[in-house]
């Protein structure tokens, strides 16, 4: 069975200080997405990595795929409280089917404060 | 960009009572959606996968006969929540692919259920 462990759950920082969440696997993933929800609203994808080792930056955010596909960080440099949110890693189930279907980490729910 | 409306967003309706949720892809033809489930600072559970002209395929411990799926066009995908109950209530979410999803996959805005 396809796992995403995702970490931390909870994280309550600082304005200006700097934070990893971790999603890690035991299975290899062709692809892993990261995904940042805001109260009342539906995910909203912010990047995809595909390849091992890759690393993609969107301005303050910084993530990782693992050179084994099995895992993926995101960094946040600087955290400011637009940050605040739930951060969900997710990735695409593999399977005879092929469905298309997503598997989704725990979420970290990230909240910084002013 | 691809886009998902999900409506309505908030909706409240008394126990017993059927409630309807639409997801729609507006530009792109969505081979497959997804229907979630949400609790409160919690992750997404998916519910159900629904393909368009054929019956949804529903998950482990999901009761079909409770949340009816449609799936009746490549655009379009209800999720009717039948004789609903307090513990109904909730946060529903419908996502939409094209393909197995290598374009990415889109997101509505979500339903805020209460069963009062």
């Known amino acids: 069975t396809q796992l995403l462990e995702q970490s931390p759950q909870f994280l309550s920082i600082q304005e200006g200080e700097n934070l990893t969440v971790y999603c890690n696997s035991s299975?290899?993933?062709?692809?892993l997405q990261w995904y940042r929800q805001e109260p009342g609203e539906g995910p909203v994808l912010l990047v995809t990595v595909v390849t091992g080792g890759e690393v993609k930056k969107l301005k303050r955010l910084t993530f990782q795929f693992g050179d084994a596909r099995k895992d993926s960080s995101l960094h946040i440099t600087a955290a400011q409280p637009g940050d605040t949110g739930l951060y969900l890693c997710?990735?695409?189930?593999?399977?005879?089917?092929?469905?298309?279907?997503?598997?989704f980490g725990q979420g970290t729910t990230l909240q910084v404060k002013p | 960009g691809a886009v998902v409306s999900q409506h309505p967003s908030r909706v409240i309706c008394k126990s017993g009572t059927s409630v309807k949720i639409e997801c729609r892809s507006l530009?792109?033809?969505?081979?497959?959606m997804f229907w979630y489930r949400q609790f409160p600072k919690k992750s997404l559970m998916l519910m159900a996968t629904s393909n368009e002209g054929s019956k949804a395929t529903y998950e482990q411990g999901v009761e079909k006969d409770k949340f009816l799926i449609n799936h009746a066009s490549l655009t379009l995908s209800t999720l009717t929540v039948t004789s609903a109950h307090p513990e109904d209530s909730s946060f529903y979410i419908c996502?939409?692919?094209?393909?197995?999803?290598?374009?990415?996959?889109?997101f509505g805005s979500g339903t805020r259920l209460t069963v009062v």
């Open positions: 996502s939409a692919i094209r393909g197995q999803g290598l374009y990415g996959y889109t």
């Open positions: 530009d792109f033809q969505a081979t497959t």
């Open positions: 299975s290899v993933f062709s692809s």
């Open positions: 997710a990735g695409p189930q593999i399977g005879s089917s092929n469905t298309g279907k997503l598997i």
